[in-house]
């Protein structure tokens, strides 16, 4: 685990070795695939990491993990997406999308997975974890749970979990578990000992962040 005194650093650290990850695969091929969480926790991150000076347009983004709303929901980690890291230098950056408009997300499954697909593999992928120890949309208890840890889950799985107001779609556990380089951004005292217990966990059906720490994913957090 790397530690960082204060939450600003460990932002800005994390930003920093991004930003280095970036640089080195574009050096390699024409494009690299970014996986960034959603909510707020990450927002000075992904508005930090905005301002690298990367060749952003050879640069894909998209979200571990989406709840299926429109953009013009406040509840919509795309429209978050949109106001802090891709403005900006970042501007230039292709969005993967994650919503379609539909009824359900089983409707825009398969369209939504062949774009995703022609993303794949991820190039760097940045985790958050709940509490409850799950990442990206995969929680414990959630109905298709076993669907996204199997090992040969489609790269997409819609998600209900329990006490979600909406259904999400998440990437599954072969998708960030086969990521080059993958990280997980916490904070507090609460995530550091939920993390402990995910350590101590049977498996990724108790502790589904388990799939980014049996991986090897490198671990961020300041108190």
């Not at 890291?85 to 997975?113: C, H, Q, W």
Request: with cysteine; net charge negative; hydrophobic share 45%.
């Amino acid at each position: 685990m790397i530690r960082y005194e204060t939450r600003k650093d460990l932002m800005t650290g994390l930003a920093a070795q991004v930003m280095g990850e970036l640089t080195a695969v574009l050096d390699q091929k024409p494009h690299a695939t970014l996986a960034v969480p959603g909510g707020t926790t990450p927002g000075p991150f992904l508005q930090a990491l905005s301002e690298a000076p990367l060749d952003w347009a050879r640069i894909r983004v998209m979200l571990t993990d989406e709840r299926f709303v429109p953009e013009s929901s406040d509840r919509s980690n795309t429209r978050l997406l949109r106001k802090t890291l891709l403005v900006g230098r970042a501007a230039k950056a292709t969005l993967v999308p994650f919503y379609k408009e539909a009824d359900a997300p089983e409707d825009v499954l398969g369209a939504l997975s062949e774009v995703i697909t022609e993303a794949l593999p991820l190039d760097v992928c940045v985790l958050g974890m709940g509490a409850d120890m799950h990442t990206a949309s995969i929680f414990p208890g959630a109905d298709r749970l076993q669907d996204a840890l199997a090992e040969d889950a489609p790269p997409l799985v819609p998600m209900r979990a329990p006490g979600a107001p909406e259904p999400r779609l998440t990437l599954t556990a072969p998708v960030l578990a086969t990521a080059r380089h993958l990280h997980i951004l916490i904070q507090g005292d609460e995530k550091a000992e939920a993390l402990d217990q995910a350590r101590a966990a049977a498996s990724p059906v108790e502790a589904p962040v388990r799939i980014a720490l049996d991986a090897g994913a490198r671990i961020h957090w300041a108190p």
